[in-house]
């Protein structure tokens, strides 16, 4: 029986007359796994108890610079100037949760199923997916569907991101592609189904924070990757370990982390946050503020055209007139073809100079010597324009949910 035990190991009676809510032998056992050590005294711990060691975790651990939107689930974005590398390193990569990351995220042991109508339902360890299947290392962007959202007016509720809930990463990993014609596509398949070991805010283990799938066409292309790697290291526990999807250019929903199954199915998938209005727009233009039914709206599939000043930093006090103006552009599942900049609030534009994508589902990087005329407050405002002739709008294209705002970015400066 689990009397209380003495620091020297000796049994004696409890001083607690109500034990049982004391933490007993199991929960014991578990939290001096978590401080890795035995604890002398840990019979007199109460349940629910945190040890200090971890009571301040930094959920931001490993991150530079990001600003938290909120704690539970965990929300961070990155400031633009942050964005500047062609690359984003993991430390800048922004964060979005829906529920709570899982405890164990050790790629042993970790598996992944893929089954529904497939032929070869398959269930495979992370070696087994790098044994089997060709390992390729791409630059991908994630952009959070909701990027922007700050900016709505009226107001849309969710995480008021402003401009950082997008990255470009370099992930290494096996073509999702590669894995779901080994594990043969039926006839009848029209959506992926994409499950991961995250828990529901409510920690209620009969329900997902989040499930999404694609169109099997965007499934079986060649850029969406099951990932175990982000940055030549093992993902970031915030950020999916041991495993996740890549499906670049789409809201950053479709990319399921901690990636557990794959579902292939014969309807729309309707996991948690397929249905109503998350991730969805309207089928058509709105005015600011409609109410819109829920059979109005349509699931959201690529992002649009975008771009984004990295550098000078906004609020900059420049004592030099000659200025590099840096950033990023991209269209998901398009390229970008030209970035014009304006400094005289778009009266004229000029073209920056424009990388191509280093593969494809990468952004472009785009650069620009500015030279301003005399000292004062100056904008820099950007527009994209892609590979389909789109260009980014100047106002907000406004809808319920506050989704895929892809105005112009401008940041102010100031010349000493
Ligand atoms: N399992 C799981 N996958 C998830 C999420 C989640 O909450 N749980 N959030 C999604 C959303 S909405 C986005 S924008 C991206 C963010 O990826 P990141 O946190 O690595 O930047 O992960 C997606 N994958
Ligand atoms: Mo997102």
């Not at 209620?204 to 292309?221: F, M, Q, W, Y």
Request: contains cysteine.
């Amino acid at each position: 029986m689990s009397a209380t035990r003495t620091p020297t190991g000796t049994s004696a009676p409890s001083l607690d007359t109500d034990r049982r809510r004391l933490l007993g032998g199991a929960g014991l056992t578990a939290l001096s796994a978590m401080v890795g050590a035995a604890i002398p005294f840990g019979a007199n711990l109460r349940r629910g108890f945190v040890p200090a060691a971890f009571a301040q975790e930094d959920l931001l651990a490993g991150k530079d610079g990001l600003v938290m939107l909120g704690d539970r689930p965990l929300n961070a974005e990155t400031p633009p100037y942050l964005l500047d590398d062609p690359i984003t390193p993991t430390s800048r990569h922004f964060i979005r949760n829906n529920g709570l990351p899982p405890e164990n995220t050790s790629p042993d042991g970790w598996t992944l199923t893929v089954d529904g109508l497939v032929d070869n339902p398959m269930t495979l360890s992370i070696d087994e997916l790098k044994e089997r299947f060709e390992v390729v290392t791409m630059a991908l962007v994630i952009e959070c569907g909701g990027n922007g959202r700050a900016f709505f007016e009226p107001p849309a509720s969710g995480n008021q991101w402003t401009y950082g809930a997008v990255g470009c990463s370099e992930w290494t990993g096996v073509r999702l592609r590669d894995v779901l014609e080994a594990a043969g596509v039926q006839p009848g398949v029209i959506y992926t189904a994409h499950e991961g070991a995250d828990e529901h805010l409510s920690r209620d283990p009969d329900k997902l924070p989040i499930s999404r799938g694609v169109p099997i066409e965007k499934a079986l292309t060649d850029d969406v990757l099951i990932a175990f790697e982000q940055n030549g290291a093992p993902i970031h526990r915030q950020h999916g370990a041991p495993l996740r999807l890549v499906v670049p250019g789409w809201p950053g929903s479709c990319s399921q982390k901690w990636l557990t199954r794959i579902w292939l199915r014969d309807v729309v998938h309707d996991g948690a946050k397929m249905t109503g209005q998350s991730y969805r727009v309207p089928n058509r233009p709105v005015a600011p503020g409609e109410e819109v039914a829920d059979e109005d709206f349509v699931i959201m599939e690529r992002m649009p055209v975008k771009s984004l000043i990295t550098a000078p930093a906004t609020g900059s006090e420049l004592a030099n007139p000659d200025v590099e103006v840096r950033g990023h552009a991209w269209s998901g599942d398009r390229t970008v073809e030209r970035v014009d900049l304006s400094i005289d609030f778009g009266a004229t534009w000029f073209p920056a100079e424009l990388s191509a994508p280093i593969n494809d589902g990468a952004w472009q990087n785009f650069r620009a010597e500015v030279d301003f005329p005399m000292a004062g407050y100056y904008e820099v405002w950007a527009r994209a324009t892609d590979s389909d002739g789109v260009m980014q709008p100047f106002a907000i294209d406004w809808n319920p949910k506050g989704y895929l705002n892809n105005t112009m970015h401008r940041i102010g400066l100031r010349l000493l």
